[in-house]
């Protein structure tokens, strides 16, 4: 329906139709992760958002961005690319996997600040292990250390109950298309109101002289014509999802988390080995290692790897 009255009506939508769409799509967007409407823009994935803030801010030789070995590796790339170009270095604090407890991804990111810490990008869900790491615990520590925080939120929303503004960190990124199940090409960016006059997407148009109280957000509406849609779908699939249960969002998340919990435990049990992390650290997303399979590269050419794939 959104793209048949794009295609019908190019002009009419883009320059009458789009904007106050996008606000009323940024409301519900906003009350579902608890940030404020004015603090989020859209982009089309969490990587886009982390690249963003990476690529606005200004790095010295010498800085150091922080981040920890369960990185998504295409944001890890992104680090390492605005890294090599202003001359800083990236530092990978090891978390172990299996893990026992949340203290344990606390006190090894806060081990890993030095004086030279400038930034530190985290997962809130790793992509790679599926734990959920304790974001608010660690941004009240890089806080008090002067550092800021940047959270890659891929798989938080619809997973988690967010709140963002609650979390005390300074940029948060985050998908719709996976949880939420928005269509691809749906994803934000927030940031803290006093951080925002110095973010730049990657297109700079028409927002560009909008009155500095509104930049953040028309820099970020209007980079040249594009499909829309999947910002625009926003309000109504997360209606949608709310309607697919009787409890709303609450009970479709501890569905979720209770169908990989136990999907996780037959897995265990068949290749006899323990839960590699507490129920209480894991959302809608497992990782089970798998005996004698190596990770990384060296695990992907596994046999039994390459059979399950």
């Known amino acids: 329906m959104l793209r048949a009255r794009l295609e019908a009506s190019p002009v009419q939508f883009m320059t009458r139709e789009l904007a106050p769409a996008l606000a009323a799509s940024r409301r519900a967007v906003a009350a579902f992760v608890g940030a404020r409407a004015d603090d989020l823009v859209f982009v089309r994935n969490a990587t886009e958002g982390v690249n963003v803030v990476l690529r606005s801010l200004r790095f010295q030789p010498g800085d150091e961005l922080l981040t920890t070995s369960h990185v998504y590796p295409g944001c890890h790339q992104a680090l390492r690319f605005v890294a090599e170009q202003a001359g800083a270095e990236v530092r990978v ?52 250390r002067g550092v800021a925080t940047l959270v890659d939120g891929a798989h938080a929303a619809g997973m988690l109950d967010l709140n963002i503004e609650g979390l005390g960190v300074d940029y948060y990124s985050a998908n719709f298309h996976k949880w939420v199940c928005a269509p691809k090409g749906a994803g934000m960016l927030w940031a803290r109101p006093e951080l925002q006059a110095a973010l730049r997407p990657s297109v700079i148009s028409h927002g560009y002289a909008a009155s500095p109280e509104a930049r953040f957000r028309e820099l970020f509406d209007w980079g040249g014509t594009s499909d829309p849609t999947a910002w625009l779908c926003l309000p109504f699939v997360l209606e949608f999802m709310q309607g697919l249960l009787p ?63």
Do not use: K
């Not at 606390?106 to 959920?132: E, F, K, M, N, Q």
């Not at 996780?264 to 959302?283: E, I, K």
């Open 93 to 144: 604090v090891d978390v172990p996997f299996p893990i026992q407890s949340p203290e344990q991804v606390t006190d090894a990111l806060l081990a890993g600040v030095t004086p030279r810490t400038r930034l530190a990008l985290l997962d809130h869900v790793t992509s790679i292990t599926g734990i959920i790491f304790p974001i608010a615990d660690i941004a009240r520590g890089l806080r008090a």
């Open 247 to 309: 409890g709303g969002w609450a009970e479709l998340r501890a569905r979720n988390h209770a169908l990989a919990l136990a999907a996780r435990d037959l897995l265990c049990a068949a290749v006899a080995v323990p839960a590699p992390a507490p129920d209480a650290m894991l959302g809608s997303l497992v990782s089970v290692p798998l005996p004698g399979v190596g990770s990384g590269v060296r695990g992907r050419s596994d046999p039994l790897y390459t059979a399950l794939f």
